[in-house]
T-cell receptor
Framework: KAGVTQTPRYLIKTRGQQVTLSCSPISGHRSVSWYQQTPGQGLQFLFEYFSETQRNKGNFPGRFSGRQFSNSRSEMNVSTLELGDSALYLC????????????FGQGTRLTVV | AQRVTQPEKLLSVFKGAPVELKCNYSYSGSPELFWYVQYSRQRLQLLLRHISRESIKGFTADLNKGETSFHLKKPFAQEEDSAMYYCALSGPNSGYSTLTFGKGTMLLVSP
């Protein structure tokens, strides 16, 4: 079956703009999580959605938000972009009930200039 | 607070040598521990998890609750093992739905 798909793969934005990233999970998976990966901080959890509801949230400012649709696809939005938001954003999907394996997408590389 | 520590940023070994990638964690409760691997130009993927107690690609990891460690070991490294390795945990506080990662260890296996 198809893996986790993230679009776009690369983005260049200017400070102050906003951006929306998309993630299509593996068919049948109901949980989608987002992670930010930077050289300095490594992989950090942003938030998790399950059945269209935010179930868990990491320690990121309110400029970072997300949502999940009825087909489990998820979007992540970052408003008022800052240079420090430049990172690889990874999406992971899982069945969502208990101890299940997380499958990761290829990521979206966001560069803020 | 939950935390995963991987003390080595880089581990360089020769082919055929034993490998041990260290991972220590702090968590109040019963976490599940994982090792994820990222080969060059590939996506992050699960290597193994402590509850399955499997050996994958010759790698094993034993959860030591007393030392709060989950070190990854392989007796004889291969060149194709060269990759970035991340230790991670999930816990009941998040319904085992989210992962806390260490900063990763780059393993380089030379011929």
């Amino acid at each position: 079956k198809a893996g986790v798909t993230q679009t776009p793969r690369y983005l260049i934005k200017t400070r102050g703009q906003q951006v929306t990233l998309s993630c299509s999970p593996i068919s049948g998976h109901r949980s989608v999580s987002w992670y930010q990966q930077t050289p300095g901080q490594g992989l950090q959890f942003l938030f998790e959605y399950f059945s269209e509801t935010q179930r868990n949230k990491g320690n990121f400012p309110g400029r970072f938000s997300g949502r999940q649709f009825s087909n489990s696809r998820s979007e992540m939005n970052v408003s008022t972009l800052e240079l420090g938001d430049s990172a690889l954003y990874l999406c992971a999907s899982s069945g969502g009930t208990g101890n299940t394996e997380a499958f990761f997408g290829q990521g979206t590389r966001l560069t803020v200039v | 607070a939950q935390r995963v520590t991987q003390p080595e940023k880089l581990l360089s070994v020769f082919k055929g040598a034993p490998v041990e990638l260290k991972c220590n964690y702090s968590y109040s409760g019963s976490p599940e521990l994982f090792w994820y691997v990222q080969y060059s130009r590939q996506r992050l993927q699960l290597l193994l998890r402590h509850i399955s107690r499997e050996s994958i690609k010759g790698f094993t990891a034993d959860l030591n609750k007393g030392e709060t460690s989950f070190h990854l070991k392989k007796p004889f490294a291969q060149e194709e093992d060269s990759a970035m390795y991340y230790c991670a945990l999930s816990g009941p506080n998040s319904g085992y739905s989210t992962l806390t990662f260490g900063k990763g260890t780059m393993l380089l296996v030379s011929p």
